[in-house]
């Protein structure tokens, strides 16, 4: 990892998805038997499921930090390694909004 600049983000974007996965474990007895997550199916019971699967956009976030984190590792040019280690945050912090906000939405605080 020290050939990786910005690495702080990488770390950063690990460190949102795990506290995102945490909270979802966490908030599991507060939420109802479904909520809603694929919104890109039609309406209806096609959008909703599980609230353990609320941990999907944290793993998939994840996996895209560790994938952008080896293709930094890859490459020689550092504007490439540094757009790698900004999109790993973006997508960690789109992740634990798009996450925190079906929580707020349906859950019971």
Do not use: C, H, W
């Not at 945490?22 to 199916?41: D, K, M, W």
Request: hydrophobic letters at 60%.
């Amino acid at each position: 990892m020290d050939k990786v600049p910005l690495k702080n983000y990488i770390l950063a974007g690990g460190a949102i998805d795990l506290l995102t996965a945490i909270f979802v474990l966490f908030a599991q007895g507060r939420l109802p038997p479904q909520v809603p997550l694929f919104y890109g199916l039609p309406l209806g019971e096609d959008q909703l499921t599980k609230p353990v699967l609320l941990l999907i956009p944290a793993i998939l976030s994840g996996l895209i930090i560790l994938f952008n984190l080896l293709l930094a590792r890859l490459t020689k040019d550092d504007f490439l390694k540094k757009a790698f280690a900004v999109a790993g945050l973006a997508s960690a912090v789109f992740a634990g909004i798009t996450t925190l906000k079906i929580i707020f939405l349906v859950g019971n605080f």
